[in-house]
């Protein structure tokens, strides 16, 4: 079988906070947008791509009207995005009013530069130095 990964859906709790989070400081793009008001849910999709859907990976964020928050369980790791400069990402998003909770540097026994951040709902982003 031959397929390929299209997206990753994470719940959220207000659509537009998250929304300006990954646009505003992830630099991510708006991809599409559904709103269902028959099954009481909006999902938005994400990523870095002129929203075809052969571009690559896609965050998918689902609001369920009238649900806030969630419980993040133990079992998702992260999500992991590219970026030119881990520190420069980690000041926009700190002066984004985002949380960093490790700074940037290299990976443990290794040479890779990452960093770790929150999204408004608590979902933790791996950012990995890409040249």
């Given at each position: ?9 994470i719940r959220v709790g207000d ?117």
């Open positions: 079988m031959a397929g390929r990964f299209l997206h990753t859906m659509l537009d906070r998250s929304v300006a989070f990954y646009t505003k400081l992830l630099g991510m793009k708006e991809l599409r947008r559904n709103d269902v008001p028959a099954g009481e849910y909006t999902l938005v999709f994400l990523g870095y791509g002129e929203g075809n859907k052969d571009n690559g990976g896609e965050i998918e964020l689902t609001y369920n009207y009238g649900v806030k928050s969630y419980e993040l369980g133990n079992a998702f790791g992260h999500l992991a995005v590219g970026v030119p400069d881990v520190a420069a990402a980690c000041e926009l998003v700190r002066n984004g009013g985002g949380k960093v909770t490790r700074e940037a540097g290299p990976v443990k026994h290794g040479t890779t530069i990452i960093a770790f951040v929150e999204d408004p709902d608590g979902y933790k982003i791996e950012l990995i130095e890409r040249a």
